[in-house]
């Protein structure tokens, strides 16, 4: 899998939007970008994930650069409950019969929402 | 069940025991993984099951660790003569490896050990 760099730490006001960036400029053109939240003491969560084409469902948006180096997690609103390590993954998708089946975590993006 | 369930959620073990940790993974799902996280960092695979067949043991530290799925389903992790550097929580996860939301995995909540 291909590696991944995210601030180790971030910020933002309850009710704001919270932008989460990835970069990833060593993904493959098979490669997808997957986003997958901690909260703490629970395992990990999925949240969304995306090939070239930006996006966008209940719970976030992903935003994917066109040469797809890097990628940016939107929380529109954020909430309390949205205090988590946010883990930006990049794996083949399909290839569950294969070598590529494992999800490969770094340390993820500690967001924090203030009220 | 409506998810993966793990047991027990906390486990302290003094140096030196064995200990077993219980994956149930949600109904159907074909692949299963174990995973291990140490404080503060994020997880680090340790093995996958699709169905009773172990694919991939290499992220299994030592020979102490041993998991096993016998009919399929309900996975445990057995951890022998257990060290402090064994103190962590080990997550499971499930998926369907099939079609639909492709490469979503969906974790237990884990079962954190502490080694005396």
């Known amino acids: 899998d291909a590696k991944t760099t995210q601030p180790t730490s971030m910020d933002c006001a309850e009710g704001r939007a919270a932008n989460l960036p990835c970069n990833h400029s060593?993904?493959?053109?098979?490669?997808?970008v997957y986003w997958y939240r901690q909260i703490h003491s629970q395992g990990p969560q999925y949240i969304i994930h995306?090939?070239?084409n930006n996006e966008t469902n209940e719970m976030a948006s992903l935003i994917i650069t066109e040469d797809r180096k890097s990628s940016t997690l939107i929380l529109p609103h954020a909430t309390l409950r949205d205090t988590a390590v946010y883990y930006c993954i990049v794996r083949v998708a399909r290839d569950w019969g294969g070598s590529n089946y494992k999800l490969t975590f770094g340390k993820g993006t500690l967001l924090t929402v203030n009220p | 069940g409506a998810g993966v369930s793990q047991s027990p959620r906390y486990k302290v073990a003094k140096r030196g025991q064995d200990v077993a940790l219980r994956c149930d993974p949600i109904?159907?799902?074909?692949?299963l993984f174990w995973y291990q996280q140490a404080l503060g960092q994020g997880p680090e695979f340790l093995t996958y099951f699709q169905n009773e067949a172990q694919l991939d043991k290499s992220g299994l530290p030592s020979d102490r660790f041993f998991a096993e799925r016998p009919e399929g389903s309900v996975s445990t992790l057995k951890i022998q003569r257990t060290q402090q550097e064994d103190s962590a929580v080990y997550l499971c996860a499930s998926s369907s490896g099939r079609t639909g939301k492709t490469g979503e995995l969906f974790f237990g909540e884990g079962s954190r050990l502490t080694v005396l």
């Open positions: 109904s159907g799902h074909v692949s």
């Open positions: 995306g090939l070239k």
């Open positions: 060593t993904i493959s053109g098979n490669e997808y």
